[in-house]
């Protein structure tokens, strides 16, 4: 039985050995504050950044090395040269920084597992995205008002939208719009999507990264792991 993959933020959070990448955006002069982050350009290529300590015991820098390279080499093989580039990797002294780069949302979200999407609202819409969550309104980096439903928020059905599982800093193209409320607004262009929505209670929302599905839960495991799923339209 093969072992399903882990994202990377989440299994180096977690204490597992996988990948990450880490540095900051030249283009836009853009350092993270958290630990894993991610940015996406124009074109949707997608730059994916952490900066973590490791805990010794668990990690190996030349295993850590042999494990990105041998994954890396894996997918490129089956999907296109250069599809994936490890553009840095530093782990020694116990800290990883790691700079990947994606050619798309897709490589991202196949490469890691996980839930990654790119494009209009109105496409969102029509690969089956309901938006049904509240949602900050945002203008000039600075959130407005009190929340709004998914149907004002959709209105804006010709910008781009990003949907992806927190945790996870982001830095989009533009200008952002909205948010979904389990994240939080650092500028206009910057969003740490948290996965905590302000209106939660503590234990109200459950992280892939930590949580433990059961068949006999109350709640799917769809459910259960689109708790934490972040929404971010934003103006090109």
Not at 25 to 32: C, V
Not at 179 to 200: F, H, I, K, R, W
């Amino acid at each position: 039985m093969i072992a399903k993959k882990i994202p990377i933020a989440a299994a180096l959070m977690a204490g597992v050995m996988l990948l990450g990448g880490c540095e900051m955006l030249e283009q836009k002069k853009w350092t993270p504050q958290e630990p894993a982050a991610i940015s996406i350009d124009e074109d949707g290529v997608i730059t994916e950044i952490i900066q973590e300590s490791l805990d010794e015991p668990y990690y190996d820098a030349t295993e850590l090395q042999n494990m990105i390279t041998s994954e890396v080499k894996e997918y490129n093989d089956k999907n296109g040269e250069e599809t994936i580039v490890v553009k840095e990797l530093e782990a020694a002294e116990g800290k990883i920084n790691l700079k990947m780069e994606y050619a798309s949302a897709s490589d991202y979200a196949s490469f890691n597992n996980t839930e990654f999407y790119y494009g209009s609202v109105i496409n969102a819409q029509l690969s089956g995205y309901l938006f049904d969550a509240s949602y900050k309104k945002v203008s000039n980096g600075v959130v407005q008002g009190s929340s709004v439903s998914g149907s004002e928020a959709i209105k804006r059905m010709d910008k781009q939208v990003l949907i992806l599982r927190a945790p996870m800093e982001v830095h989009v193209p533009g200008d952002v719009l909205f948010t979904s409320t389990n994240a939080e607004v650092l500028a206009a262009d910057v969003v740490n999507a948290t996965g905590e929505s302000e209106d939660e209670e503590d234990e109200g929302l459950i992280l892939p990264s930590n949580a433990v599905y059961k068949a006999e839960d109350d709640v799917s495991f769809a459910e259960a792991t689109a708790a934490n799923r972040v929404y971010i339209i934003f103006d090109m």
